[in-house]
């Protein structure tokens, strides 16, 4: 008996075929990295000190993605102690797996790799990916991290004939393990020893432009301690993004990025054709902290000349005011063609307040950081673990209460949220230092600042129409930042202080944003090369 073939028609094979076509054009791109992370000798301010290198660099390879991509990053670690990179303002949808925190991941041992698979979803913008641990960012470790449209999404400003990467921050001339120590016995660090600008003191980069041109500066704070001050001499800066948002374009003759901030100027070299200084310095420190870089036109000779220009030192009015000034271009298109001021977040009801004090308390004779009373204790369990296992005894969830408390504790404090609440938070700093804070897998609406103590009252001044959404925010001495946030990202997240000293003394805890259906919907499942460690080894995923 013959075998029987059915015959599909030209026009069924032709709809087949275009399915498939269909489904492959779907699949986001992949991009692959593999890095190698080891020990070298730098020289950043002059002195000998032992850094972390990625691929034998400092700083280490710029990521340069565009939005939806998935990021395939292979980290090998040859240092001689564990080692975590993070991800600053990645939001990781629905995978806090990929976080990089002691809170999520386990430590990638020496000897080891440990691949993060990571998705830049509904993102633009600039970021940057620094090292987690044990105070490994004092030597390095960190790059830049930059995330473009794609290319059927309107961008509000013509492209630059350049985009330039400014990794900018304090530096200290000890190496992060004397550093580490300081903080371990119990004390404080001491006062820098310098800025930064990508890895190198003064005069060590030139930034060439041409005649006429417009050009994109994007700038992070990576310091430890210290807000920055950003100018160019003789031009302006025209601000047109801040972490993942299009600001309105205004322009200023200097601007202010706190800790753990970036943001995106553009640059028109419209000046007489010589060399000009590029100046970071510190803000609200005596003594300012002062370091140059240099513009230099193609079509001159002319090297630089006269003094750096100066900027503001410790004036608070002028950074608050210039903060208020940062605001959402309403019309512009973000990750996706929808504008985004379609997104109405100040007619959308709070479904909680949070209020959230900062404080250094003396804990045991030893110099602690707090939030709300309690100073965060590191366990030796990742917290995404002992949830996914369900392992007692690891942290304590509602044991940070959603406001000030008197006195101070040591202790594992997660906060519970719900999945899909729009939560208002209010960081309130009674301190005379300026406060930076970073939330993990989530973005929020600036709604105010202002001095003094926050109340109910406050909120007759907040900006409920146009401010501007982003991933780290500053809290002025003696004053208060209140943010919107909307929780939808289900996972365990940083709440952290970006000052890395009283992060790392315990200025910080963690949001379990919790969703009760338990779907891979809401949440990507624990990923196959999980590395477990603690009271998690042994365990089956």
């Known amino acids: 008996m013959g075998e029987h073939r059915a015959k599909m028609s030209p026009f069924l094979v032709l709809v087949l075929v275009l399915h498939v076509f269909e489904f492959v054009k779907c699949e986001d791109a992949y991009r692959f990295f593999n890095w190698n992370v080891s020990y070298g000798d730098i020289y950043p301010l002059g002195v000998k000190q032992q850094g972390i290198l990625i691929n034998g660099q400092f ?152 005649q006429g041109k417009t050009y994109r500066f994007r700038i992070s704070n990576v310091g430890l301690t210290s807000s920055i001050n950003f100018r160019i001499q003789g031009h302006k800066l025209t601000l ?108 959308i009801n709070t479904t909680r307040t949070i209020r959230l004090v900062n404080s250094a308390p003396m804990i045991d004779g030893s110099q602690r950081y707090a939030v709300n009373g309690i100073s965060f204790v590191t366990p030796d369990t990742p917290l995404k673990l002992a949830d996914y296992f369900k392992i007692s005894g690891v942290y304590n969830l509602g044991g940070i209460q959603d406001n000030p408390t008197g006195g101070a504790s040591l202790q594992t404090a997660v906060m519970p949220a719900d999945f899909r609440g729009f939560v208002e938070v209010v960081f309130e700093n009674p301190e005379e230092t300026v406060q930076s804070w970073h939330v993990d897998g989530h973005h929020f609406f600036v709604v105010g600042m202002n001095g003094g103590q926050w109340s109910a009252a406050s909120r007759t001044g907040y900006n409920l129409r146009d401010t501007i959404s982003r991933v780290t925010v500053q809290v002025y001495p003696k004053s208060w930042t209140a943010v919107y946030m909307p929780l939808d990202n289900v996972g365990m997240w940083n709440v952290r202080s970006e000052n890395w000293a009283r992060q790392y003394l315990g200025q910080q805890f963690y949001l379990r944003v919790y969703s009760p259906a338990n779907s891979w919907r809401d949440e990507a499942p624990i990923p196959n090369n999980v590395l477990l460690c603690g009271k998690a080894v042994g365990r089956q995923p």
Not at 108 to 127: A, C, E, H, M, W
Not at 165 to 186: E, R, V
């Open 59 to 210: 700083p280490g390879p710029q990521i340069e993605s565009v939005t939806n991509e998935n990021l395939v990053i292979n980290v090998f670690n040859s240092l001689n102690e564990p080692f975590l990179l993070s991800w600053n303002g990645i939001m990781q949808r629905r995978n806090s797996w990929q976080d990089g925190v002691f809170g999520t991941n386990c430590p990638i041992p020496p000897g080891r790799n440990f691949t993060y698979n990571l998705q830049v979803k509904d993102q633009i913008g600039s970021f940057f990916y620094f090292p987690s641990l044990a105070f490994h960012k004092a030597a390095g470790g960190y790059g830049g991290i930059k995330v473009a449209s794609r290319s059927v999404i309107p961008v509000p400003f013509d492209p630059p004939a350049a985009d330039y990467t400014i990794l900018a921050g304090d530096w200290f001339k000890q190496n992060h393990t004397d550093l580490k120590a300081i903080l371990d016995s119990g004390n404080d660090l001491p006062f820098p020893d310098g800025i930064l600008i990508n890895g190198r003191g003064s005069n060590a980069f030139t930034f060439n432009v041409e």
């Open 240 to 347: 047109v993004e801040v972490e993942g948002t299009h600001s309105l374009q205004n322009t200023y003759d200097s601007i202010d990025v706190h800790l753990g901030q970036s943001l995106s100027v553009l640059v028109t070299a419209d000046q007489p054709p010589k060399g000009y200084y590029i100046v970071v310095s510190s803000r609200f420190t005596t003594p300012v902290l002062t370091t140059t870089s240099a513009l230099h036109y193609s079509n001159s000779a002319g090297a630089l000349d006269g003094a750096p220009p100066g900027g503001p030192t410790t004036q608070i009015d002028w950074s608050i005011n210039q903060a208020r000034s940062f605001r959402r271009n309403l019309t512009a298109s973000g990750p996706r063609p929808n504008p985004q001021g379609s997104y109405h977040y100040g007619m």
